[in-house]
Every structure is written in C-alpha cells, then in structure tokens.
C-alpha cells in the first residue's frame, strides 16, 4: 500500500505545487514519466521474486530517467525527434513484461 | 494487492514509495501543461471568448499587413536590386569597350593581316598611316602595326630615314593587322585607284593581303600617362 501513498503524495505535491512545463520540456517529462512508471514496476517485480536491492532500483531509475532524456535531446539536435519513441517502446516492453511477471504473482 | 505486503521487506516499500511519488508529481505537472490551454478556454464566458476572438482577430489583422509591408519592401528592394544589376551590367559593358578603345585589353576575332615589304626604305610613316586610315574607314575595330597596337596617341613618323611608332622603331617589312569585318576591310585596302595601287607603284614594295578568321592583338605594353590633362569632373 506504500508505492500507492506515495503515489498520492507526488500527486497532492504536483497540484499544491503548480509548476508550469514550458512547452520544449513536455516530451522530455513525458519520457521520464515513462521511465519513472517502469521503474515502480521493475521494483515491484523484483521485491516480489524477492531480488529487490534498493541500491539497484534507485540507480536503475535515475540512470533510466537520464538516459531518456538524452535519447530524447540527441533527436532533437540530430533532426530526428522520433528517436523518443526507442525509449518510449524500450520501456514499454519492459513495463508489460513486468506487468506479466506481477500478475503471475498476485493472482 | 493485499497479500504483496507479507513478503517484502518495509525498505522496498517506502523506496518504491518515493519513486512513486516522483511518478505522481511528474504526472500531474505534465498534464496540468497539458491540458492548461483547452481547460482556461472552457472555463471562460461567452463574452471573455468573444473578446478573446476580437482580440485575436485584430492581432492576426496587424500581423498580416505586417507581412503585407514586408512583402512590399521585399519586392522594392528586388527592384532595385535588378535595376543596380543592369546599371552594373552595363558599367561592366562599357568598361570592356573603353579598355579595346584604350588598348588595355587584348583582343581577338576576324580581320586581315597585311605584308608590306619596303626593300629599298622608301615609305613615310604618312603611307602607313594612309593604310591605317583606309582600315578605319572599312570599320576596322582594333589595329596593331608590327604586333604593336595603334592607340589614339599613337604617332607614325618618320626620322633620319627610320620609321617610328611613338619611341619604338618599326622596320620592314611591316605587317599590319586588323580586326573587323575581313571582308569589308580587304574591299577597302583593295579599292581600285586605293592605297594599294598607289603604293605597289612604287619601285621595292609589295602588298600581300591575307584575310584571318582570327586574329590575335595584345595590349599596349605601358599605360599612357597623362601629365598635362586633368579630367573635368561633371557636375
């Protein structure tokens, strides 16, 4: 029920909070949301198989937020800012997969 | 969900706990940018949207004389853009004509090519000149005596038995070369009673005519000073 709370609160903190996204950041956003919601899975997975390591879930998820983003930057320098979507569909997979793997567990 | 909190340790928990957080707020950040344009639109009145349309009516009639403007001075300066270019053009062409007339470019193109040989060093610069004469008059464009190009100042005389060009001394045989029509100018060296039959009278001359496709002439090897005339500037 914890992530769940925790889900509440970044919520409560965003409405409190109102930061505008100037337009040029909501793709890079987006893809760390993305990135954010496959790491919540991955480690819910993991605590679940019981090979959860907190060390390597918080790595895991800042490495993955950042490296989105670059992705998301190098497209947009290069002219190709459809090379977002090899992050987008990267954690796409990964988030069914887990998603798979949970439901397993669970049910 | 319920039966996931038996077999984790808290730690995991309230890890995944603050990545979802970080999730939360992202996402309600993201979709407050979102979703901020249409709901601002939909929460107004019919008068605010009405204003607002005015408004922007009035902003795209301003931005379109704008580009009106623009586009105007575009096409005046495209104008006088091509109207310089011309002007430049024909600078350009009129300098190229000064330069032939000045002898300050090289030349080629059709002409004729004259021999004259002179065994016993009887002719004047005068009958060379008669010959340049006779060449002007058939429209020759540019002339070269000896491979030297005649100019306006050019001065043919002769002294203490020798020809001179200016300082330079010409000798026999002299050739003589013109561009223009070749045609024309060979009828007009070539005329019965004409400089020819005047000259081939004489005892060591002959005259031999050839008539070239192409001719080669160089330039004056010096450019003219000039030390006494100074140009009058129009006003």
Do not use: W
């Not at chain 1, 956003?29 to 954010?36: D, P, S, V, Y």
């Not at chain 2, 950040?29 to 009405?50: A, V």
């Not at chain 2, 005047?198 to 496709?213: A, E, N, P, Q």
């Amino acid at each position: 029920m914890l992530p769940l709370a925790g889900l509440i609160v970044g919520i409560i903190l965003g409405l409190v909070l109102k930061i505008p996204v100037p337009p040029a950041y909501v793709r890079y956003l987006g893809i760390a949301i993305l990135a954010a919601l496959d790491s919540s899975f991955g480690g819910l997975r993991a605590s679940l198989e019981k090979t959860f390591e907190d060390r390597l879930f918080v790595t895991g998820f800042f490495s993955n937020t950042l490296m989105a983003a670059f992705i998301v930057y190098v497209g947009d320098q290069l002219g190709i800012s459809e090379l977002y979507l090899a992050a987008v569909v990267a954690f796409g997979v990964r988030l069914f997969r887990n998603l798979g793997i949970i439901r397993r567990y669970v049910f | 969900m319920k039966n996931l909190l038996h077999f984790h340790a808290k730690r995991a928990q309230i890890t995944i706990a603050l990545i979802c957080a970080l999730m939360g707020f992202f996402l309600v950040t993201q979709l407050r940018g979102q979703i901020s344009y249409s709901h601002r639109l939909s929460e107004q009145s019919d008068q605010d949207l009405g204003q607002l349309i005015r408004d922007l009516n009035l902003e795209t009639e301003t931005l379109r004389s704008e580009v009106t403007d623009g586009r105007i001075r575009l096409y005046k300066y495209e104008g006088e853009m091509a109207s310089r270019k011309t002007i430049l053009n024909e600078a350009a062409q009129n300098l190229e004509n000064l330069k032939i007339l000045a002898g300050l470019a090289p030349v080629d193109g059709e002409g004729i090519q004259i021999l004259v040989s002179d065994q016993k060093h009887i002719l004047n610069g005068s009958d060379l000149q008669a010959i340049i004469e006779e060449l002007k008059a058939g429209g020759a464009e540019v002339i070269a005596l000896n491979g030297k190009r005649i100019i306006v100042r050019a001065a043919i005389e002769r002294r203490r038995g020798n020809v001179f060009l200016n300082e330079t001394r010409v000798r026999p045989p002299y050739k003589i070369e013109a561009i223009g029509n070749s045609k024309i100018l060979y009828q007009a060296v070539t005329l019965p009673g004409g400089i020819r039959d005047s000259l081939i009278s004489l005892t060591g001359v002959s005259f031999r005519i050839k008539r070239k496709d192409t001719l080669r002439i160089p330039a004056i090897r010096n450019k003219p000073t000039y030390n006494y005339a100074t140009q009058l500037t129009n006003r």
